[in-house]
């Protein structure tokens, strides 16, 4: 039996899962103050579902297999058709736009490299319903939030945006049919760090065209415009920039697209997203304009990684009740009591000598060490704050209806030792 989880795949050790735990809050208190709501489906879909979206070629990236109901299925590599089937059944018993954000656990058959992996969580935030382009500049707000909240800002990432629908006009003027134009845009997608020389290999006599455009020559479109203006306005202009080299290569993108890097280049995209009208009505849904990103956890706690951002403890709970032997029972009826008002509280179950249960207190991150000792007759307890060894005592009591109540209680025991 190996150690190791197959590859691609991760172990998330207590210490891992408390950075993941943080990253999902911020993903939550973004998505929760800017209107949106959580939603969820299932891991497993119907292959048919992927291979409608993105073509039989996409198979080769899936998890899929037969199930014993002889369909075939696929682990869901992505939200959006799963999203797009759940809003086609039920879009009329919701007011437009509908706001919706999830965090998956993505799965695909990939090479792993640095910053992706056979699975991963993923932010999505969808708007569906919306025409205006005040739609991406609330996308756009709202995954800065969500970065803001983890520490970061302008300084570290950036968002650039691009426009497929400038892209399309831009192509019908250099003579590209538009069969052709999908191929060459996801052609300008794989360019991320060609040189001149190879974009004219690829590119042949649009190449000049295109290295014009990639230079700043152009105009920003009139939705782009309008994206910053919106952007600006809800307070993260300096978060964005025009970059036409952002094309998003997958087909199904209609207008406006996004993608949020570091600063420094050294990474690969940590989000992005764009408007997607038409794709709902062609995994047979309604025709509903929509926009939405997805953003990972892989490349982003890379980032916070590389910014040195503090990681959290996974220490367990805050109060570590130690009783004397002969205290045992009065001291489960604090651990229960304590934990029935909210105070995440833990104890020795084995009841070890005084000392070695301090020790497992310290050892499992406790902040504070609930005594229960030889003055428990006399109405008190200890209180004892592990970092500091600050140490004072409390009272407790029954009330009327047997509860213990101690006093002060452990919301003011900080104020009681000068903490």
Same mark, same amino acid.
């Given at each position: 039996?190996?150690?190791?989880?197959?590859?691609?795949?991760?172990?998330?050790?207590?210490?891992?899962?408390?950075?993941?735990?943080?990253?999902?809050?911020?993903?939550?208190?973004?998505?929760?103050?800017?209107?949106?709501?959580?939603?969820?489906?299932?891991?497993?879909?119907?292959?048919?579902?992927?291979?409608?979206?993105?073509?039989?070629?996409?198979?080769?990236?899936?998890?899929?297999?037969?199930?014993?109901?002889?369909?075939?299925?696929?682990?869901?590599?992505?939200? $959006?058709?799963?999203?797009?089937?759940?809003?086609?059944?039920?879009?009329?018993?919701?007011?437009?736009?509908?706001?919706?954000?999830?965090?998956?656990?993505?799965?695909?058959?990939?090479?792993?490299?640095?910053?992706?992996?056979?699975?991963?969580?993923?932010?999505?935030?969808?708007?569906?319903?919306?025409?205006?382009?005040?739609?991406?500049?609330?996308?756009?707000?709202?995954?800065?939030?969500?970065?803001?909240?983890?520490?970061?800002?302008?300084?570290?990432?950036?968002?650039?945006?691009?426009?497929?629908?400038?892209?399309?006009?831009?192509?019908?003027?250099?003579?590209?049919?538009?069969?052709?134009?999908?191929?060459?845009?996801?052609?300008?997608?794989?360019? !991320?760090?060609? $040189?001149?020389?190879?974009?004219?290999?690829?590119?042949?006599?649009?190449?000049?065209?295109?290295?014009?455009?990639?230079?700043?020559?152009?105009?920003?479109?009139?939705?782009?415009?309008?994206?910053?203006?919106?952007?600006?306005?809800?307070?993260?202009?300096?978060?964005?920039?025009?970059?036409?080299?952002?094309?998003?290569?997958?087909?199904?993108?209609?207008?406006?697209?996004?993608?949020?890097?570091?600063?420094?280049?050294?990474?690969?995209?940590?989000?992005?997203?764009?408007?997607?009208?038409?794709?709902?009505?062609?995994?047979?849904?309604?025709?509903?304009?929509?926009?939405?990103?997805?953003?990972?956890?892989?490349?982003?706690?890379?980032?916070?990684?590389?910014?040195?951002?503090?990681?959290?403890?996974?220490?367990?709970?805050?109060?570590?009740?130690?009783?004397?032997?002969?205290?045992?029972?009065?001291?489960?009826?604090?651990?229960?009591?304590?934990?029935?008002?909210?105070?995440?509280?833990?104890?020795?179950?084995?009841?070890?000598?005084?000392?070695?249960?301090?020790?497992?207190?310290?050892?499992?991150?406790?902040?504070?060490?609930?005594?229960?000792?030889?003055?428990?007759? !006399?109405?008190?307890?200890?209180?004892?704050?592990?970092?500091?060894?600050?140490?004072?005592?409390?009272?407790?009591?029954?009330?009327?209806?047997?509860?213990?109540?101690?006093?002060?209680?452990?919301?003011?025991?900080?104020?009681?030792?000068?903490?």
């Amino acid at each position: 039996m190996t150690g190791q989880p197959l590859p691609g795949f991760r172990d998330f050790f207590p210490p891992e899962h408390a950075a993941l735990r943080v990253i999902f809050q911020a993903w939550r208190e973004a998505s929760r103050c800017s209107g949106f709501t959580e939603y969820e489906g299932p891991e497993l879909e119907s292959l048919e579902l992927y291979t409608e979206k993105s073509g039989e070629e996409i198979v080769g990236q899936l998890y899929h297999f037969q199930d014993k109901g002889e369909r075939e299925v696929a682990l869901r590599p992505e939200m $959006t058709p799963t999203l797009a089937r759940m809003v086609a059944s039920q879009h009329r018993n919701y007011r437009k736009p509908i706001k919706w954000f999830s965090i998956p656990r993505l799965f695909r058959y990939e090479r792993p490299q640095k910053g992706r992996h056979r699975e991963h969580y993923q932010w999505n935030c969808d708007m569906v319903g919306e025409k205006s382009v005040m739609a991406e500049a609330e996308l756009i707000g709202t995954l800065c939030l969500g970065l803001s909240l983890l520490g970061l800002s302008a300084k570290d990432v950036v968002v650039k945006v691009s426009d497929r629908s400038w892209w399309d006009s831009f192509l019908e003027k250099e003579g590209v049919g538009e069969a052709e134009r999908p191929g060459v845009l996801r052609a300008l997608d794989r360019m !991320e760090g060609a $040189t001149p020389e190879q974009r004219r290999e690829k590119l042949g006599g649009l190449a000049p065209a295109v290295e014009a455009v990639w230079q700043g020559k152009s105009e920003d479109s009139a939705a782009l415009q309008e994206v910053h203006r919106g952007v600006k306005g809800l307070g993260y202009g300096d978060w964005c920039e025009t970059d036409y080299r952002v094309v998003r290569g997958l087909a199904y993108y209609t207008g406006v697209v996004f993608e949020v890097h570091d600063r420094a280049g050294k990474l690969r995209a940590v989000a992005g997203g764009g408007r997607y009208d038409g794709l709902l009505k062609r995994l047979g849904g309604e025709d509903l304009p929509a926009v939405g990103f997805g953003m990972g956890d892989a490349v982003l706690a890379e980032l916070l990684r590389e910014k040195g951002m503090s990681t959290p403890s996974a220490g367990g709970a805050e109060i570590f009740v130690v009783a004397e032997s002969a205290q045992q029972e009065m001291a489960w009826d604090v651990v229960g009591q304590l934990r029935r008002s909210g105070f995440s509280t833990d104890y020795d179950p084995g009841a070890g000598k005084w000392g070695k249960q301090l020790e497992m207190a310290e050892a499992k991150g406790a902040r504070w060490a609930l005594l229960v000792g030889r003055e428990v007759g !006399e109405g008190k307890l200890g209180v004892k704050e592990l970092a500091t060894r600050k140490q004072s005592e409390i009272r407790w009591r029954k009330d009327a209806a047997g509860k213990i109540c101690l006093e002060p209680t452990p919301g003011e025991w900080a104020k009681v030792l000068g903490s």
